[in-house]
């Protein structure tokens, strides 16, 4: 399990990013059916596939958000304020569609979430390094030409264009690190899922 210093420091809260070790399951999580979108669902019970979605908030003490992934980043978020707190899964797709500025938009209609009170993690994907896109990819990004895309920049600035200051990249590469991390990329079909998971217990 990878963890981020920022939000291990966070009174009340538990998180981590899973790898292929990790023993995690979602059995007594809330989880989404993802879809590589923007949509964004509150998790209104504590384990079980909330819907068809990209992030989970909710408020509720003891209630654990996650998603799954295996190159796309898996986002954590945690208000201070009000103790609200989102998974996001973030492929191409759905940072092309802002959805982390989706996930806050719904924090604060829900819960009254302020940008400045959220402290945001972006945990392992596939990296700049290793992440080649064609130019129809490139060209959602700003880049005329096919090439490597960097999913968590592109993210920290949405994050901090949305008002977050407080942003950590968990940075190791899916693709690279194989001995650590399920890559789709690297291993198609035969590739597993790691669980990324957020929680407030108090």
Same mark, same amino acid.
């Given at each position: @399990?990878?963890?981020?210093?920022?939000?291990?420091?966070?009174?009340?809260? =538990?998180?981590?990013?899973?790898?292929?070790? !990790?023993?995690?399951?979602?059995d007594e999580m809330a989880s989404l059916k993802q879809i590589?979108?923007?949509?964004?669902?509150?998790?209104?019970?504590?384990?079980?596939?909330?819907g068809d979605a990209d992030a989970l908030v909710v408020v509720?003490?003891?209630?654990?958000?996650?998603?799954?992934?295996?190159?796309?980043?898996?986002?954590?978020?945690?208000?201070?304020?009000?103790?609200?707190?989102?998974?996001?899964?973030?492929?191409? $797709?759905?940072?092309?569609?802002?959805?982390?500025?989706?996930?806050?938009?719904?924090?604060?209609?829900?819960?009254?979430?302020?940008?400045?009170?959220?402290?945001?993690?972006?945990?392992?994907?596939?990296?700049?390094?290793?992440?080649?896109?064609? &130019?129809?990819?490139?060209?959602?990004?700003?880049?005329?030409?096919?090439?490597?895309?960097?999913?968590?920049?592109?993210?920290?600035?949405?994050?901090?264009?949305?008002? &977050?200051?407080?942003?950590? &990249?968990?940075?190791?590469?899916?693709?690279?690190?194989?001995?650590?991390? %399920? !890559?789709?990329?690297? =291993?198609?079909?035969?590739?597993?899922? @790691?669980?990324? %998971?957020? $929680?407030?217990? $108090?």
């Amino acid at each position: @399990m990878v963890t981020s210093s920022l939000l291990a420091n966070l009174a009340g809260i =538990e998180h981590g990013f899973g790898t292929r070790h !990790s023993s995690h399951t979602q059995d007594e999580m809330a989880s989404l059916k993802q879809i590589h979108s923007n949509i964004v669902l509150v998790a209104d019970r504590p384990q079980g596939v909330i819907g068809d979605a990209d992030a989970l908030v909710v408020v509720d003490p003891g209630v654990t958000v996650s998603i799954r992934t295996a190159d796309c980043l898996p986002i954590l978020l945690a208000d201070v304020r009000t103790g609200a707190v989102a998974a996001v899964h973030a492929g191409w $797709r759905g940072t092309a569609a802002g959805i982390v500025g989706k996930t806050l938009e719904r924090m604060l209609a829900e819960f009254g979430s302020r940008p400045e009170d959220v402290v945001a993690a972006i945990g392992p994907g596939i990296g700049k390094c290793c992440y080649e896109v064609g &130019v129809d990819v490139a060209r959602q990004f700003g880049q005329e030409q096919a090439g490597k895309i960097d999913l968590a920049e592109h993210n920290r600035q949405q994050l901090l264009r949305a008002g &977050v200051g407080q942003i950590e &990249v968990v940075s190791p590469c899916t693709y690279c690190q194989g001995e650590t991390f %399920f !890559s789709y990329r690297r =291993e198609g079909e035969r590739a597993g899922r @790691m669980i990324s %998971f957020i $929680r407030r217990v $108090r």
